[in-house]
């Protein structure tokens, strides 16, 4: 499946299609946010990716708990590792579009305060198993350890937005973005090719890391 | 019936632990008593905004030592001994229950000092106990969890602060809210969805605590 070309050709497809149709195609005209509005194909699928991947090292970590296999670790490491580069480029398009909707790049609000605190999170996973030498325990204390941080920043992403006010998109309702803002052409373009476009890309860089990784530890397994 | 006994005797090993040492306990009740007076020789009698800060800040930090020590004293073969005897939901539950009771007795002392240095510009008094009981509940039970992860990564209380003070924010940040609301004149609502919301996020912690600690557990 990971070898398989079709889905990264998609892959390509699905961008090509965000990016042409995304910077050409219309948009309504509402007053403030104008042409930013198009930053919904770029940040917030990629904090939609985000969630997509820590979701998915979630379940590997699961597995690992229970299965003890070692490639599923590193399934969960490589996830996590991709999930936070896309949360860090959302965060910069987020930052950017607040410059020119908000008045400035970073002004405290809920939102921003939440996504900052979900990278420290996964930071302190990645600080968590460099600390531990041991391969074995390293995976498996950073398992519970995922395990415990994506039920707590859950209610940081998921909860308190909508308890807050704020001034991202959305307000108190929907926390990533305001559903009446978008009409069906915008639609379109989000559900059928900024999210599968850049999950998929994501998907493709995770395949190839976790390749990688498989291989180095074959290598040192042959090597002793 | 069988299980709550053997919490309430390993509870009770914890405090006689305690009583015998009276290392944590006075080791920390010193800490947050230089601590706060530090704070008065720093900035006299602070603001309400200011002061609510500075007392959740220092409940973090009297939080992350207490509970860091509670769990990081056990040697080695002393925990091979507990993992022989008992059970690790037993031993998880039994050491919840004694960092809570520790940091609500900390959080009371650190509350008294705070009054005493710093001035009290709280309006409901009463209100601001419970929920300062609340919060260091809450807050105990985070850091047992992340305690005992550090504590197996055989590393010091820093390994902890790396983890949990990302962790603890969303949960410091509702403890600020409400604590503000015991300190204006007028009383505000919104009070109850957020205890109702704390204590989700308490249970939660609880569940996945007993859960997630029988893998820390085996080495």
């Given at each position: 499946?990971?070898?398989?070309?079709?889905?990264?050709i998609?892959?390509?497809?699905?961008?090509?299609?965000?990016?042409?149709?995304g910077?050409?195609?219309?948009?309504?005209?509402?007053?403030?946010?104008?042409?930013?509005?198009?930053?919904?194909?770029?940040?917030?699928?990629?904090?939609?990716?985000?969630?997509?991947?820590?979701?998915?090292?979630?379940?590997?970590?699961?597995?690992?708990?229970r299965?003890?296999?070692?490639?599923?670790?590193?399934?969960?490491?490589?996830?996590?590792?991709?999930?936070?580069?896309?949360?860090?480029?959302?965060?910069?398009?987020?930052?950017?579009?607040?410059?020119?909707?908000?008045?400035?790049?970073?002004?405290?609000?809920?939102?921003?305060i939440?996504?900052?605190?979900?990278?420290?999170?996964?930071?302190?996973?990645?600080?968590?198993?460099?600390?531990?030498?041991?391969?074995?325990?390293?995976?498996?204390?950073?398992?519970?350890?995922?395990?415990?941080?994506?039920?707590?920043?859950?209610?940081?992403?998921?909860?308190?937005?909508?308890?807050?006010?704020?001034?991202?998109?959305?307000?108190?309702?929907?926390?990533?973005?305001?559903?009446?803002?978008?009409?069906?052409?915008?639609?379109?373009?989000?559900?059928?090719?900024?999210i599968?476009?850049?999950a998929?890309?994501?998907?493709?860089?995770?395949?190839?890391?976790?390749?990688?990784?498989?291989?180095?530890?074959?290598?040192?397994?042959?090597?002793? | 019936?069988?299980?709550?006994?053997h919490?309430i005797?390993?509870?009770?090993?914890?405090?006689?632990?305690?009583?015998?040492?009276?290392?944590?306990?006075?080791?920390?009740?010193?800490?947050?008593?230089?601590t706060?007076?530090?704070?008065?020789?720093a900035?006299?009698q602070?603001?309400?905004?200011?002061?609510n800060?500075?007392?959740?800040?220092?409940?973090?930090?009297?939080?992350?030592?207490?509970?860091?020590?509670?769990?990081?004293?056990?040697?080695?073969?002393?925990?091979?001994?507990?993992?022989?005897?008992?059970?690790?939901?037993?031993?998880?539950?039994?050491?919840?229950?004694?960092?809570?009771?520790?940091?609500?007795?900390?959080?009371?002392v650190?509350?008294?000092?705070?009054?005493?240095?710093l001035?009290?510009?709280?309006?409901?008094?009463?209100?601001?106990?419970?929920?300062?009981?609340?919060?260091?509940?809450s807050?105990?039970?985070?850091?047992?969890?992340?305690?005992?992860i550090?504590?197996?990564?055989?590393?010091?209380?820093?390994?902890?602060?790396?983890?949990?003070?990302?962790?603890?924010?969303?949960?410091?940040?509702?403890?600020?809210?409400?604590?503000?609301?015991?300190?204006?004149?007028?009383?505000?609502?919104?009070?109850?969805?957020?205890?109702?919301?704390?204590?989700?996020?308490?249970?939660?912690?609880?569940?996945?605590?007993?859960?997630?600690?029988?893998?820390l557990?085996?080495?």
């Amino acid at each position: 499946m990971l070898r398989k070309n079709w889905w990264k050709i998609l892959s390509v497809f699905f961008l090509l299609y965000t990016f042409t149709a995304g910077f050409l195609g219309g948009v309504p005209e509402k007053p403030i946010l104008n042409e930013t509005i198009r930053n919904l194909y770029f940040h917030v699928a990629m904090w939609m990716v985000l969630m997509i991947f820590l979701i998915i090292s979630l379940v590997y970590s699961l597995k690992y708990l229970r299965h003890n296999r070692p490639a599923d670790d590193i399934c969960a490491v490589e996830f996590a590792r991709a999930g936070v580069v896309f949360g860090l480029l959302g965060l910069i398009t987020g930052s950017v579009w607040a410059r020119y909707t908000w008045g400035d790049y970073w002004s405290n609000d809920p939102k921003q305060i939440g996504a900052a605190i979900a990278l420290l999170i996964y930071l302190a996973y990645f600080v968590l198993r460099n600390s531990l030498t041991d391969p074995d325990k390293s995976a498996r204390i950073s398992a519970v350890y995922n395990v415990f941080a994506f039920a707590m920043l859950f209610p940081t992403l998921w909860i308190i937005p909508r308890l807050v006010e704020s001034l991202h998109p959305g307000g108190m309702g929907n926390p990533a973005f305001n559903t009446k803002d978008i009409d069906s052409r915008m639609r379109m373009i989000f559900y059928f090719g900024a999210i599968p476009g850049w999950a998929l890309l994501g998907g493709w860089i995770c395949s190839l890391r976790i390749r990688i990784q498989l291989l180095s530890q074959l290598n040192q397994e042959s090597n002793v | 019936m069988i299980s709550i006994r053997h919490i309430i005797t390993l509870f009770k090993k914890d405090v006689l632990l305690e009583f015998r040492q009276q290392y944590s306990f006075y080791g920390v009740l010193l800490y947050v008593a230089s601590t706060i007076f530090v704070l008065y020789l720093a900035m006299g009698q602070p603001e309400n905004t200011v002061w609510n800060g500075l007392f959740w800040m220092m409940q973090l930090f009297i939080c992350v030592n207490a509970v860091a020590k509670s769990f990081l004293q056990e040697s080695r073969g002393r925990q091979l001994y507990f993992y022989s005897v008992c059970n690790p939901v037993h031993f998880m539950v039994a050491k919840m229950i004694f960092n809570a009771v520790l940091m609500l007795l900390m959080s009371m002392v650190s509350l008294m000092l705070f009054r005493l240095f710093l001035g009290s510009p709280i309006s409901h008094p009463l209100l601001f106990i419970g929920i300062s009981c609340f919060g260091a509940v809450s807050i105990s039970l985070v850091f047992s969890f992340l305690a005992a992860i550090a504590a197996r990564a055989q590393q010091n209380a820093a390994l902890m602060a790396i983890l949990g003070f990302p962790l603890i924010i969303p949960e410091l940040m509702l403890l600020m809210r409400m604590s503000n609301i015991a300190f204006s004149d007028v009383f505000q609502s919104g009070l109850m969805s957020i205890v109702f919301l704390l204590f989700c996020f308490d249970i939660m912690v609880l569940v996945l605590s007993v859960i997630l600690f029988p893998f820390l557990w085996k080495d």
